[in-house]
């Protein structure tokens, strides 16, 4: 895939998903009351639809109103967004926040500073296996197999008797790489699987064995997160970007804009309008689509750091307390401006 070149700078890769492949996207309204002067701010996120505020956010003006122009990249996996992140390519990273954790737990300085959604994932299978059980001898695909959706899929296997050792794990990448390599091999037996491509899988054949909501209850998937040093340095910004997003959910989530963001997500996704409204739906589903202004789920982020120290055997098999990990004081003053 040749990378797209960015309008602002350098050549960067960006991805966008259609059905089940990836294609160059660039360009955002710019509303004309807009200041002049933006500070540019990279987000880097994995491909697809949980991103709906974030892109509603760039067409629709909310952060360019707020002095921003956000640089959306796309990542491969999650190896190259802790690396970025870690490394200073980008700002701010919205994806499964145990990827920050993973990386509290490697010495890097990373605090998650407010929660977006519970994954949305199901587990998907092979029209042959009818129940977990089934996955014993099979392969479960992944991206990175220590963080995250990874865990999930573990501790849904271990739950049902099949135990690590009892199954293989093979490392893939993001959520359309996993459901690509399911299509063109039999062999890749298992996947979580989320929006848009849980709906791809269902209509290719693929078999759900439920929601990872039901299978294992409340769980904090996909937020943002930050070096600690940039946050601290750069206050002011992370707020009108907090504010921003969290004034574009509640865009995303209005029943009176229906149908331009099934177009937004027709455009960004470059799917049908058929599977973007089916998309739209599960987004908009208030149990399982994107929480309410990007609130962060307490008791979902005890449950993933509860999986995580079981599956990983890290802290001695006890989480230590949440604020090791998450400040969300930038988060409340984000919101105390939007309710100003």
């Not at 360009?27 to 991103?51: D, I, S, W, Y």
Request: overall charge positive; aromatic content about 6%; charged content about 20%.
């Amino acid at each position: 895939m040749k990378p797209a070149r960015s309008p602002r700078g350098p050549r960067r890769r960006s991805l966008v998903i259609g059905l089940g492949a990836a294609a160059a996207l660039a360009g955002c309204a710019t509303p004309t009351a807009a200041p002049t002067t933006r500070e540019r701010l990279r987000v880097k996120v994995f491909p697809g639809a949980q991103n709906l505020a974030l892109f509603a956010g760039i067409a629709h003006g909310q952060f360019a109103q707020r002095g921003m122009d956000v640089d959306l990249q796309f990542t491969q996996n999650s190896v190259e967004l802790r690396d970025g992140l870690a490394q200073g390519a980008f700002e701010i990273a919205v994806a499964a926040v145990d990827n920050a954790v993973a990386m509290r737990e490697a010495g890097k300085d990373v605090v998650i500073v407010c929660g977006g959604d519970n994954s949305m994932n199901e587990l998907f299978v092979q029209p042959d296996i009818r129940s977990v059980k089934d996955l014993r001898g099979k392969t479960l695909i992944v991206d990175a197999p220590n963080t995250a959706y990874a865990l999930q899929a573990k501790k849904i296997l271990k739950n049902a008797g099949v135990l690590p050792g009892e199954y293989a794990v093979k490392q893939v990448g993001g959520t359309f790489q996993r459901i690509k390599a399911m299509r063109e091999d039999h062999a890749n037996s298992a996947s979580t699987l989320n929006p848009p491509f849980s709906l791809q899988a269902a209509q290719g054949g693929l078999h759900s064995l439920g929601r990872v909501s039901d299978l294992l209850g409340p769980y904090q998937a996909s937020g943002a997160f930050v070096m600690r040093p940039w946050a601290q340095a750069h206050g002011d910004l992370l707020e009108r970007y907090l504010a921003a997003w969290i004034a574009s959910t509640r865009w995303a989530l209005d029943p009176a804009n229906r149908e331009p963001a099934i177009a937004l997500l027709m455009q960004r996704l470059q799917i049908a309008q058929p599977l973007a409204a089916a998309t739209y739906a599960a987004l908009t589903d208030p149990r399982n689509g994107l929480a309410k202004d990007g609130a962060f789920d307490a008791p979902g982020f005890a449950n993933l750091l509860a999986i995580r120290a079981e599956l990983e055997g890290q802290w001695g098999g006890h989480p230590p307390a949440q604020d090791r990990f998450v400040d969300l004081h930038w988060y409340r003053r984000a919101l105390a401006m939007q309710r100003a």
